[in-house]
Nanobody, 122 residues
Framework: QVQLVESGGQLVQAGGSLRLSCAAS????????MGWFRQAPGKEREFVAA?????????LYADSVKGRFTISRDNAKNTVYLQMNSLKPEDTAVYYC??????????????WGQGTQVTVSS
């Protein structure tokens, strides 16, 4: 069992930056992947980015965030980060982190955090 706690969400102006953190507790295995998703009001939850847990740092990004967002991890701290730059109002959403026991790019996530609100004002 893995528990996830996100932090870092807040109100920011368009063009600004934020870094989200997701701390995992519980056993994390090398084949796991961690991902970020988001859900805007009235919309379905969508994939944002994902990273392999260990040892490689292979990543995946949604087209809408490529070049603006960067996912990274600190295995010693059991934490994954999402650095968000050049934020746009359409990035406004609740951001969730999640863990996949199946690995990167498998599309199935088993554990979810409670989410952190990101609001980008125009």
């Amino acid at each position: 069992q893995v528990q996830l706690v996100e932090s870092g969400g807040q109100l920011v102006q368009a063009g600004g930056s934020l870094r989200l953190s997701c701390a995992a507790s519980g056993r994390m295995f090398s084949n796991y992947a961690m991902g970020w998703f988001r859900q805007a009001p009235g919309k379905e939850r969508e994939f944002v980015a994902a990273i392999k847990w260990y040892p490689s740092s292979s990543t995946l990004y949604a087209d809408s965030v490529k070049g603006r967002f960067t996912i990274s991890r600190d295995n010693a701290k059991n934490t994954v980060y999402l650095q968000m730059n050049s934020l746009k109002p359409e990035d406004t959403a609740v951001y969730y982190c999640a863990v996949s026991k199946y690995g990167l790019g498998k599309g199935m996530y088993d554990y979810w955090g409670q989410g952190t609100q990101v609001t980008v004002s125009s």
